[in-house]
């Protein structure tokens, strides 16, 4: 992600699939669009040169289990969403490695 477009482009490829996903039920449960939106910024640079979908889900995982005082989230918990967020990073040509 060199532009502030392609950042863009990428966040909200990642911010969808975070909805999708709804981390704790949160989003389905009233709260606001954004309410993930620290995280996806925090974890937008830690992926940009993942290799693999299983990079995605450390970095993920990391990124979430933090967010909520430390409930710890396995990578293997979010490797669904980590390889959709990959492919289409990708596809898109938004990741370093691509």
Do not use: C, H, N
Request: aromatic share 8%; no cysteine.
């Amino acid at each position: 992600m060199k532009t502030r477009k392609e950042y863009d482009d990428a966040f909200r490829i990642v911010r969808a699939a975070v909805a999708s996903w709804d981390p704790f039920g949160i989003l389905g449960g009233g709260a606001p669009e954004d309410e993930w939106d620290q995280e996806i910024a925090r974890l937008l640079p830690r992926i940009q040169r993942a290799i693999t979908s299983a990079d995605v889900a450390r970095e993920i995982a990391v990124a979430f289990g933090d967010s909520i005082g430390g409930t710890p989230i396995s990578a293997k918990e979010v490797d669904d969403v980590a390889t959709g967020i990959f492919l289409r990073l990708k596809t898109a040509g938004l990741l370093q490695s691509s």
